[in-house]
Antibody
Framework: QVQLVESGGGVVQPGRSLRLSCAASGFNFNKYAMHWVRQAPGKGLEWVAVISYDGTTEYYADSVKGRFTISSDSSKNTLYLQVNSLRADDSAVYHCARAPYSGGWYSIDYWGQGTLVTVCS | DIQMTQSPSSLSASVGDTVTITCRAS??????LNWYQKQPGQAPKLLIY???TLQSGVPSRFSGSTSGTDFTLTISSLQPEDFATYYC?????????FGGGTKVEIQ
């Protein structure tokens, strides 16, 4: 079955960087677009970024544009999110999520449990 | 950017009740609207995609409908496991956006 397992979260100081990873299994990773979505403590879901199945196209939320970079490595079945210049309001659980094979790559059908990023001094 | 206005932000209901949650898009998104259920500490779960299509394995008491830029999630005969937070999500055009969420609580 589809499994998405995030890692790489932790406690980090403002202005520092992290790289989040998402290990995918149970499906043909190089045929699917992938997303990152986050949820700050006590807040709702916020879409962060999406990458096309072939890695050629990316889109970002305005709140992270220029600071975050989404990428994927199909040889490792792994999705990444490089997060730079972290701010306190970036503190959240970061979920990776899969787009469906058909029906549009902006949609999301499966989600991982998430990894927690806490930004504090 | 497309804004998704979800209402209500919370509601109280009893087992067996029918509840309705609404999302309004700030402009046309065609049928590109999904509904998700989120339990604390768990991954979100897809319930409805393309505004009204039930995801495989989701109980038929969940249904979705649309009228223009208004979208509705209806849960008939609420069950104990349905007490959760629900989110709409537009997959029409980046930046992609979620509604603010509706917390369904036990009355």
């Amino acid at each position: 079955q589809v499994q998405l397992v995030e890692s790489g979260g932790g406690v980090v100081q403002p202005g520092r960087s992290l790289r989040l990873s998402c290990a995918a299994s149970g499906f043909n990773f190089n045929k699917y677009a992938m997303h990152w979505v986050r949820q700050a403590p006590g807040k709702g879901l916020e879409w962060v970024a999406v990458i096309s199945y072939d890695g050629t196209t990316e889109y970002y939320a305005d709140s992270v544009k220029g600071r975050f970079t989404i990428s994927s490595d199909s040889s490792k079945n792994t999705l990444y999110l490089q997060v730079n210049s972290l701010r306190a309001d970036d503190s959240a659980v970061y979920h990776c999520a899969r787009a469906p094979y058909s029906g549009g790559w902006y949609s999301i059908d499966y989600w991982g449990q998430g990894t927690l990023v806490t930004v504090c001094s | 950017d497309i804004q998704m206005t979800q209402s209500p932000s919370s509601l109280s209901a009893s087992v067996g009740d029918t509840v309705t949650i609404t999302c309004r898009a700030s402009r046309t998104i065609s049928m590109h609207l999904n509904w998700y259920q989120k339990q604390p500490g768990q991954a979100p779960k897809l319930l409805i995609y393309a505004a009204s299509t039930l995801q495989s394995g989701v109980p038929s008491r969940f249904s979705g409908s649309t009228s223009g830029t208004d979208f509705t999630l209806t849960i008939s005969s609420l069950q104990p496991e349905d007490f959760a937070t629900y989110y709409c999500y537009q997959s029409y055009s980046p930046p992609l956006t979620f509604g603010g969420g509706t917390k369904v609580e036990i009355q």
